[in-house]
């Protein structure tokens, strides 16, 4: 921004400045004892303004420096024209408002506060006995004789997705939660609350069963399942799909990648299987939602 000149009073002011701006030339004045100082926004309306200036100034009162109505309109039709784009664009300070960078959406919270219940209810995970309608099933895959379920195949349908709520210890539970509030949150913020409720137990269902098949345990849970679930969708739609906004950085994938090899090389009592589950359901799905969309 450069300086091209003063004018004398504020009326001569407003009236060069709206002619400049129907010429297109962005102009700001300042009041600089008791004269008015031009300033002109890009150097190359520098030399046109300066031009200008002196013609003002040698006839103020030419008819084509009356140009007040023309900028008016002008600059009415830039500001409903700005309204209408904020309109279409939402800052991020909206769209993930709340505690944390993204914010809290309200079914990621409602997750996390069931799962802070459990944990509470059973003393850091120790008193299994006193959620013990939340894990998958009573009787282990190998003494149940056939697939199992027996639970489940009798109504207890619940369990297929309450393992998601119990957790085995601090690290546990908060590990998988600080997961969940970031995923769960961006996922409803870009896709709605409404996909992430048909989304969560559909991958937990899975994962779970996948532990159950593969393992034959029936006492594990977490929501890590549904959480690697979530990274791979991430990282899949936001490879095949980036303009839907729900995307995974390469950093935070690796990592991801790094905690769960990590898990299967030295983590026994891990639900391994569940993440594996829960990581190939999530792929999976954003692959169908990428080439739908």
């Known amino acids: 921004m450069r300086l ?168 546990h539970i908060l590990f998988n939660l600080l997961m969940l509030r970031d995923l769960g949150s961006l996922f409803e913020a870009r896709l709605g609350p409404n996909y992430l409720i048909a989304f969560v137990p559909v991958v937990s269902a899975v994962s779970n069963l996948a532990e159950y098949t593969f393992s034959g345990h029936v006492v594990f849970g977490g929501m890590s399942g549904v959480v690697y679930g979530l990274i791979g969708y991430a990282w899949i739609r936001g490879r095949l799909d980036p303009a839907a906004g729900v995307i995974l950085d390469r950093q935070s994938w690796i990592m991801a990648m790094f905690w769960f090899f990590l898990c299967f090389i030295g983590g026994r009592h891990i639900a391994n299987y569940a993440h594996a589950g829960g990581l190939l359901l999530g792929m999976a799905w954003a692959y169908v939602d990428s080439k739908r969309k």
Not at 118 to 123: E, G, N, P, T
Not at 152 to 157: C, D, K, Q, T, Y
Request: proline share 4%; charged share 25%; with cysteine.
């Open 4 to 171: 091209i000149g003063h004018l004398d009073n504020d009326k001569d002011a407003r009236t060069f400045g709206d002619f400049l701006y129907v010429q297109g030339i962005e102009t700001e004045f300042e009041e600089d004892e008791k004269r008015w100082a031009i300033w002109v926004h890009a150097e190359e309306h520098l030399g046109t303004a300066a031009r200008l200036l002196e013609e003002f100034r040698a006839n103020p009162r030419d008819p084509r420096f009356q140009a007040g109505s023309p900028a008016e309109k002008l600059r009415q039709q830039a500001e409903a024209e700005d309204a209408a784009y904020r309109k279409r664009v939402v800052p991020s300070t909206k769209m993930f408002h709340g505690l944390s960078g993204y914010g809290f959406g309200f079914v990621t919270y409602a997750l996390i506060v069931v799962c802070a219940i459990v944990f509470f209810i059973s003393k850091w995970g120790e008193d299994k006995a006193s959620i013990a309608a939340l894990f998958i099933s009573e009787l282990q895959r190998g003494r149940s004789g056939g697939f199992g379920l027996i639970e489940i195949r009798h109504g207890e349908i619940w369990r297929l997705i309450t393992p998601m709520f119990i957790h085995f210890g601090p690290f």
